[in-house]
């Protein structure tokens, strides 16, 4: 069972930065898929990034590509998401998901078996 907590989070002005982290418990880290998704106030979880567990790879939602950096450390078992240029509609609770094993990335839920709490992201006009 893997474990995953998100710290970061906070209330900022739009424009600002904020880097979000998330530790895991468990060595698999390493071998796994990452994702970030986000749950907007009455809104649905979407996908934001994710991260391969080589690194190699890379994969950004439309709405934050070019604004948002995911990266990862495999010798700390933690993994992070620069926010930069932030925007109201930024505004959400944003979770960490660690998927199967050598697995792949992608957008969809289903690919991910372990979840985070949530850190909110409140981002002011």
């Known amino acids: 069972q893997v474990q995953l907590v998100e710290s970061g989070g906070g209330l900022v002005q739009a424009g600002d930065s904020l880097r979000l982290s998330c530790a895991a418990s468990?060595?698999?880290?390493?071998?796994?898929?990452m994702g970030w998704f986000r749950q907007p106030p009455g809104k649905e979880r979407e996908f934001v990034a994710a991260?391969?567990?080589?690194?190699?790879?890379?994969y950004y939602a439309d709405s934050v590509k070019g604004r948002f950096t995911i990266s990862r450390d495999n010798a700390k078992n933690t993994m992070f998401l620069q926010m930069n240029s932030l925007k109201p509609e930024d505004t959400a609770v944003y979770s960490c998901?660690?998927?199967?094993?050598?697995?792949?990335?992608?957008?969809?839920?289903?690919?991910?078996?372990?979840w985070g709490q949530g850190t909110q992201v409140t981002v002011s006009s």
């Open positions: 998901a660690a998927g199967r094993a050598l697995g792949g990335i992608g957008s969809t839920s289903a690919l991910y078996e372990y």
């Open positions: 468990e060595r698999t880290f390493s071998i796994r898929p």
């Open positions: 991260i391969s567990w080589s690194r190699n790879n890379t």
